[in-house]
């Protein structure tokens, strides 16, 4: 039998090793990050029942969502984090402290069309605060705070964070008695960026059937940031016509207020009345993240306020407001745009200690030393030429090279070579140690993406 062609399904990225390294530091970047504003770690299974996963059912989630069966039973791949989530907590409802704060990183799957920066299993690392009842508005306005400290973490420094409120569109919609279009008017909307004002008001009228001038007035009002206009100045005009409209301006206003003191400076903060997000799932905040000078990648973390996260699973009100971030498809875009730092250390150890003897015993013992003071040490201890030897470090990057031959040993003492500068000396193993462990500490802390 002929040996089988190796090959990876179209979908699925695979990372060669330096790349790799780059993106398990960035799920640490985020792990740090989430941490740092209390949320607690969790995992669920990547496998659920089919029925568990799906039972919100329909649509083209059903279509993508992988499903097999195991004997009698059916099965499914999570397609995203939060089904998993609303499950977990409606599960677990009674052992959980809420409001209940979580975040997670995992892998996820959905069977669509695989294409240029969109996978079929990837990495999503998401956020989600659960109210039981009720959840405070603050919640809504520290999130930006926690995308803003998570990019920056990543080494991102031009990226702005679009907010608005779906209470404000319901009750605009409301107050102009366009309810019952709603949906269709956000979907045309949705479009005003590619196509420009003129054009999406053209849509409006022909498509939806509004009045020229309604259509006018409308995209007018959700464009006014263009213009110079506050949203909240612009939609004051609209005040005490709909109640809904006048708490989702309320809302608006108070996750605005709060950024500064947050720690989301004005460079990075807009409001922003076109961004809807989910038509039937978010009911309050929505986020979405931009990255201004690459419009084309889309938002890069996204989310919003719900107000019932397990209402297929449980009776109990359960409101929460979370973000997404794409991981994979993140890393993707920042390759392919040149923001990773590639002079960032990914090679597996930090230390590359050459025996030049039969006895291994000291390079052993150094070994040991250098790891006990948290250098990450190898020994290579394959009978190759020395060429050899010092090509398998500069191949994986490895900075500092170790002699261990007659003289050294005869003397006490070790041979260190900076790889970078080409610069050696021989010093006794306790001064090897210290110096070694200065000179790699500093890159422990680089993020994997330059600024």
Same mark, same amino acid.
């Given at each position: 039998?002929?040996?089988?062609?190796?090959?990876?399904?179209?979908?699925?990225?695979?990372?060669?090793?330096?790349?790799?390294?780059?993106?398990?530091?960035?799920?640490?970047?985020?792990?740090?990050?989430?941490?740092?504003?209390?949320?607690?770690?969790?995992?669920?299974?990547?496998?659920?029942?089919?029925?568990?996963?799906?039972?919100?059912?329909?649509?083209?989630?059903?279509?993508?969502?992988?499903?097999?069966?195991?004997?009698?039973?059916?099965?499914?791949?999570?397609?995203?984090?939060?089904?998993?989530?609303?499950?977990?907590?409606?599960?677990?409802?009674?052992?959980?402290?809420?409001?209940?704060?979580?975040?997670?990183?995992?892998?996820?799957?959905?069977?669509?069309?695989?294409?240029?920066?969109?996978?079929?299993?990837?990495?999503?690392?998401?956020?989600?605060?659960?109210?039981?009842?009720?959840?405070?508005?603050?919640?809504?306005?520290?999130?930006?705070?926690?995308?803003?400290?998570?990019?920056?973490?990543?080494?991102?420094?031009?990226?702005?964070?679009?907010?608005?409120?779906?209470?404000?569109?319901?009750?605009?919609?409301?107050?102009?008695?366009?309810?019952?279009?709603?949906?269709?008017?956000?979907?045309?909307?949705?479009?005003?960026?590619?196509?420009?004002?003129?054009?999406?008001?053209?849509?409006?009228?022909?498509?939806?059937?509004?009045?020229?001038?309604?259509?006018?007035?409308?995209?007018?009002?959700?464009?006014?940031?263009?213009?110079?206009?506050?949203?909240?100045?612009?939609?004051?005009?609209?005040?005490?016509?709909?109640?809904?409209?006048?708490?989702?301006?309320?809302?608006?206003?108070?996750?605005?207020?709060? =950024?500064? +003191?947050?720690?989301? &400076?004005?460079?990075? #903060? !807009?409001?922003? /009345?076109?961004? *809807?997000?989910?038509?039937?799932?978010?009911?309050?905040?929505?986020?979405?993240?931009?990255?201004?000078?690459?419009?084309?990648?889309?938002?890069?973390?996204?989310?919003?306020?719900?107000?019932?996260?397990?209402?297929?699973?449980?009776?109990?009100?359960?409101?929460?407001?979370?973000?997404?971030?794409?991981?994979?498809?993140?890393?993707?875009?920042?390759?392919?745009?040149?923001?990773?730092?590639?002079?960032?250390?990914?090679?597996?150890?930090?230390?590359?200690?050459?025996? =030049?003897? +039969?006895?291994?015993? &000291?390079?052993?013992? #150094? !070994?040991?030393? /250098?790891?006990? *003071?948290?250098?990450?040490?190898?020994?290579?201890?394959?009978?190759?030429?020395?060429?050899?030897?010092?090509?398998?470090?500069?191949?994986?990057?490895?900075?500092?090279?170790?002699?261990?031959?007659?003289?050294?040993?005869?003397?006490?003492?070790?041979?260190?070579?900076?790889?970078?500068?080409?610069?050696?000396?021989?010093?006794?193993?306790?001064?090897?140690?210290?110096?070694?462990?200065?000179?790699?500490?500093?890159?422990?802390?680089?993020?994997?993406?330059?600024?």
């Amino acid at each position: 039998m002929g040996k089988m062609k190796p090959r990876t399904l179209s979908g699925f990225l695979e990372l060669l090793p330096d790349r790799q390294v780059q993106f398990d530091k960035m799920i640490d970047a985020l792990r740090a990050s989430f941490s740092l504003y209390g949320f607690t770690p969790l995992d669920t299974p990547i496998i659920e029942a089919a029925e568990v996963l799906l039972a919100k059912g329909g649509g083209e989630t059903e279509k993508q969502v992988y499903q097999f069966t195991k004997g009698d039973t059916d099965l499914a791949l999570r397609f995203d984090l939060t089904v998993p989530l609303a499950k977990y907590v409606a599960l677990h409802y009674g052992a959980l402290t809420f409001p209940f704060r979580r975040f997670q990183i995992g892998k996820v799957y959905r069977g669509e069309r695989a294409q240029r920066g969109r996978f079929r299993e990837f990495y999503q690392a998401d956020i989600d605060i659960i109210g039981d009842g009720s959840l405070a508005v603050i919640n809504e306005a520290e999130i930006p705070g926690v995308i803003y400290h998570s990019l920056t973490a990543l080494g991102l420094s031009r990226f702005v964070i679009r907010i608005n409120n779906r209470k404000v569109l319901n009750g605009l919609f409301a107050a102009l008695g366009l309810t019952e279009r709603a949906g269709d008017i956000l979907r045309t909307v949705d479009k005003l960026e590619k196509i420009g004002q003129e054009h999406t008001a053209a849509l409006l009228v022909r498509d939806i059937g509004m009045e020229q001038s309604q259509a006018d007035r409308l995209l007018d009002l959700l464009t006014c940031t263009q213009r110079g206009v506050s949203p909240i100045a612009a939609l004051s005009a609209y005040s005490g016509k709909n109640a809904l409209l006048d708490e989702g301006i309320e809302e608006l206003f108070t996750v605005a207020k709060h =950024m500064e +003191d947050f720690g989301v &400076p004005d460079t990075h #903060f !807009a409001m922003d /009345l076109t961004i *809807a997000r989910g038509l039937d799932y978010y009911t309050g905040t929505v986020y979405e993240t931009i990255i201004p000078d690459h419009p084309e990648i889309g938002s890069i973390c996204s989310g919003g306020r719900y107000d019932n996260l397990a209402e297929y699973y449980t009776d109990k009100p359960l409101p929460g407001v979370g973000i997404s971030i794409g991981l994979t498809r993140l890393f993707y875009v920042l390759e392919e745009q040149g923001y990773l730092n590639d002079n960032l250390l990914t090679a597996p150890a930090d230390v590359l200690i050459l025996p =030049m003897t +039969d006895d291994l015993a &000291p390079a052993i013992s #150094f !070994a040991t030393a /250098l790891r006990g *003071a948290g250098v990450r040490a190898q020994i290579y201890g394959e009978q190759k030429k020395f060429k050899a030897k010092m090509g398998y470090a500069d191949r994986l990057g490895i900075p500092y090279v170790v002699f261990l031959g007659e003289d050294e040993l005869a003397a006490g003492k070790v041979t260190v070579k900076n790889m970078v500068s080409g610069d050696q000396e021989t010093v006794a193993p306790e001064a090897a140690i210290k110096g070694l462990a200065a000179g790699v500490a500093h890159q422990k802390t680089l993020p994997p993406v330059r600024q």
